[in-house]
């Protein structure tokens, strides 16, 4: 009789932990990468790069270096321009959620590049921004003033992800804000 009652007490534990074990691989499955804002809103775990985004129409440009100072702080991150492209086209098979779209890309004249900047603030911060040709002069020397702001990429009803900032090199050389 002993053994018996012991053989059914190992086999409850064994069943309550088999439901235990299911209840927590559900729970894991459902939280794993999101979270709720506070109406329910599902957020993801997403990033968003910090820094300032450089776009440059100027012909000849080949190349750049940013510094960003913002207080008593200024900071010289890496600048990689690249040649930007633009979308020529898209087609999409339908508007169910289970369809496909593409797009067909095609090279501008430009380039772009992004200097990640992980302690810029969220406030106004001077950049001053270099941009030299092929032989290594200078085009462009300009001192801009720019204001990130907070980059929300699950939308408003979800956390910030950081703040960022944009500025536009024109083909004459202007420099704005973007």
Known sequence: MATRNLIMVRFRQRDMWKRIWGLGV???ATACGSTNAGDGVPCTAIGTPVGVSVDVTHPEVV????????????ATPALELHPSSKVASTTCTGTDPDDS?????????????FAN???LPARPVTATVRLLDQS?????????AVSPEMVYPNGPDCPAGGPQAGISVGSDGSVTER
């Open 26 to 28: 559900l729970l894991l």
């Open 63 to 74: 190349s750049g270096t940013i510094e960003v100072c913002w207080d008593t702080s200024c």
């Open 101 to 113: 779209c593409g797009a067909r890309t095609e090279p501008t004249e430009g380039m772009t590049g």
């Open 117 to 119: 900047l992980p302690e």
């Open 136 to 144: 290594g002069s200078v085009l462009v020397d300009r001192q801009i």
